[in-house]
């Protein structure tokens, strides 16, 4: 299980810290301790392998201790917005349940965390639980349809711990902050990454806050979304100066050569691109400096993936010619939880299919283009969104864009682009700045104060173009 990564860690180095809370900070011997004692007061209650418990836990210490807990006594965890799961873990009142609502509840009462910690360490029995059971369940992004459950063995789960500290190893020491929660696969696999290389992982964190941690924390790995770091930079003081030594991993969407390079004059040269899916995890890693010569990059394929891209056929396409990414190794599933249609879909012949569009350049590295799902038709010209959002990113004043389509009463699209700009920004600056770039149609705007965006801050681009339906046609 997963936690032995952390009990070994309180064996080796007991005074080391593991988790810094709000309150205080947690040495590995602390943690392990209590997660003992969480997975003792759990079995205590029925608990035990088989069902899969969705976490809907409000208290940040305790969020970490269960997902562990549930890991020492072989349950499979999800996370708390799993419509599928058997069973709601809540400290939660009753009423607070949501779409879950309905399914049996294992609940918390309030003073039950304080009890359980205040009660000694007792010896646990080790589960019998086979490596090739579930061992987590998460969504995918679903931002084009409903999200999918994901089911990871503990086997799966044991490579993707793997596959991370390859890309993590030398930042093993200091502060890693995910700035994405463990119900997501990436703040999942940093959690498990850091607990297995002894890193202290900071909890809850509002990203205002993070530049007088920078400069005072001991440096280690900034994990975020685009994004995030484009709202980060904004809180930047004037007079800001990280301790050096910090790592920024950006994964989730495209990371924009701008944002980029701010980052790295401001905040740390290392900055890197994390690529993977839900589905198959890591799939591909580079430095952000490649954004320079290579927009869109997403980087190497690491140890333990495999990645083609390939025509409609599935026949591997020459290097610079664009495709459809398919990945496979040791970190992918086999497919959807309960949804046959979407595994027949997504999954053919050991491969996962990203729905991403892709090239590889001579060197191995690969650029993403877009996903097949955004590409806009447009009067027959078919582009991807990025023709429009890598060049208004450019803008001076524009702090966030996203391309999408809207269909007009005929059926036919329409390219719009949801700009967020400065206070002060002309907006007819843009329009100016755009029509320097050849082949780029012109678009419809729409001046929003937030793009709206998921957990990984991939653009939900239905949204948008729903919200412009929905005003264009009179709707609500």
Excluded at 75 to 101: F, R, W
Excluded at 237 to 242: K, N, V
Excluded at 249 to 272: C, N
Aim: negative net charge; glycine residues 10%; proline residues 9%.
């Amino acid at each position: 299980m997963f936690d032995a990564h952390l009990a070994y860690r309180a064996r080796l180095e007991p005074r080391t810290t593991a988790l810094i809370t709000n309150l205080r900070r947690v040495s590995y011997a602390e943690f392990d301790a209590d997660v003992s004692r969480v997975a003792a007061a759990l079995l205590d209650l029925g608990l035990r392998p088989g069902p899969v418990a969705a976490l809907r836990i409000g208290h940040g210490y305790l969020q970490y201790l269960a997902l562990m807990a549930l890991g020492r006594i072989g349950v499979c965890s999800s996370v708390g917005y799993d419509h599928g799961a058997d069973l709601n873990l809540t400290d939660l009142p009753p009423g607070d349940e949501g779409e879950l609502a309905g399914k049996p509840a294992l609940r918390l009462p309030r003073g039950w965390l304080e009890e359980v910690l205040a009660a000694p360490v007792r010896d646990l029995p080790r589960p019998d639980v086979d490596p090739d059971a579930l061992g987590r369940v998460l969504l995918s992004s679903g931002t084009t349809r409903k999200p999918r459950r994901v089911g990871l063995t503990w086997r799966r789960i044991e490579a993707g711990i793997h596959g991370a500290v390859t890309v993590y190893a030398h930042r093993h020491k200091g502060v890693w902050i995910p700035l994405t929660s463990p119900e997501s696969m990436l703040g999942h696999s940093q959690v498990l990454s850091a607990f297995s290389l002894g890193a202290a992982v900071l909890n809850g964190v509002a990203i205002p806050d993070l530049p007088p941690l920078l400069e005072a924390l001991e440096p280690g790995i900034l994990s975020l979304t685009p994004s995030h770091l484009r709202q980060l930079l904004t809180h930047l003081p004037e007079d800001f100066s990280p301790r050096p030594g910090w790592m920024i991993t950006a994964a989730g969407t495209v990371l924009p050569l701008g944002v980029a390079r701010e980052a790295r004059l401001r905040i740390t040269p290392d900055v890197r691109i994390i690529y993977g899916a839900t589905e198959a995890g890591l799939s591909a890693t580079g430095p952000a400096s490649g954004l320079e010569t290579a927009p869109n990059l997403l980087g190497w394929v690491p140890p333990g993936a495999e990645a083609e891209v390939v025509d409609d056929d599935g026949q591997p396409v020459p290097d610079g010619q664009q495709g459809e990414l398919r990945v496979r190794g040791e970190r992918t599933v086999s497919g959807y939880l309960d949804d046959p249609d979407g595994t027949a879909e997504r999954f053919r012949g050991g491969w996962f299919y990203t729905r991403d569009l892709v090239r590889r350049l001579p060197d191995g590295r690969l650029v993403i283009d877009g996903r097949v799902d955004d590409r806009m038709n447009l009067s027959g010209l078919k582009i991807l969104p990025t023709v429009l959002e890598n060049p208004a990113s450019e803008c001076p004043g524009v702090l966030d864009v996203a391309a999408f389509a809207v269909p007009d009463p005929q059926g036919f699209d329409h390219a719009w682009l949801a700009v967020v700009a400065a206070p002060d920004f002309e907006r007819e600056s843009l329009l100016r700045h755009l029509a320097r770039y050849r082949d780029v149609p012109t678009p419809h705007f729409a001046w929003i104060d937030e793009i709206p965006r998921n957990a990984m801050g991939k653009v939900e681009r239905a949204k948008l173009s729903d919200a412009v339906l929905a005003l264009t046609r009179g709707g609500a």
